[in-house]
């Protein structure tokens, strides 16, 4: 699904390089639930970032279904970003003026999709992580929890092959973070491909693999707690 070969990042700041990420060999397979784990300045996000086509790597390659993405434009990756990845961050990043529902349609709004059919789509995910009946409610009338379900709804309906969830507990408290953990677990069961970036190694030990990563380099790769 994904392949990334001595992938390699740096920035300037303040007339320094910083190494982002090392030449990182990374792989993703369909089914994986993956946790990439590291403290604040790691790599991890960086990764993340380049694993969801927004950003792109100085060196090495990066394959996903077999296409090598650094030859694509700009409009082209947009596509498959839209089509292929549904993100999922702390901070919610849900629209307040707009209703449960509304969010989690949003995506479908530049796919094309039927106005019916995303209606069924949105209310359809948002049952499936337990918000029926609260489709009409805005970001400000849910608990956090609820706000997280709904950015998770809104990354599932599009129906992506990889969810890409970048600290998706870290807003909440440890109950409702569990819960959220939870609800990936039976996404995972279901076959959906999830990576989850994590500075908590309890959280990551819920995945089938965890990546270390510091320092811009993968120190190593293990299996989870729950892994069979």
């Known amino acids: 699904m994904i392949r990334l070969k001595r992938v390699g990042k740096t920035y300037e700041m303040g007339g320094e390089t910083i190494r982002a990420l090392d030449r990182v060999n990374f792989e993703i397979r369909k089914g994986d639930f993956i946790a990439i784990v590291g403290p604040s300045g790691s790599g991890k996000s960086t990764l993340m970032n380049i694993l969801g086509l927004l950003d792109v790597p100085d060196v090495g390659t990066y394959q996903l279904d077999g296409i090598d993405v650094g030859s694509l434009s700009d409009n082209r990756l947009a596509a498959i970003r839209n089509e292929k990845i549904g993100f999922i961050f702390q901070s919610f990043n849900l629209l307040g003026k707009l209703t449960a529902l509304e969010n989690v349609k949003l995506p479908l709004s530049y796919t ?35 706000q997280q379900r709904v950015a998770i709804a809104r990354a599932l309906v599009c129906k992506p092959e990889i969810i890409l969830a970048d600290e998706p507990t870290g807003a909440l408290d440890s109950r409702t973070g569990v819960e959220i953990m939870d609800v990936f677990k039976r996404l995972h069961a279901e076959g959906q491909t999830i990576v989850l970036i994590t500075h908590n190694p309890e959280l990551a030990e819920e995945a089938d693999r965890v990546v270390r990563i510091a320092d811009g380099l993968i120190q190593e790769m293990e299996r989870g707690r729950h892994a069979v």
């Not at 039927?114 to 608990?143: F, I, Y």
């Open 112 to 146: 094309g999709v039927r106005a019916k059919e995303a209606d069924a789509r949105a209310r359809m995910q948002l049952a499936q992580v337990g918000l029926a009946g609260r489709e009409h409610h805005l970001p400000s009338q849910l608990s956090g929890g609820q």
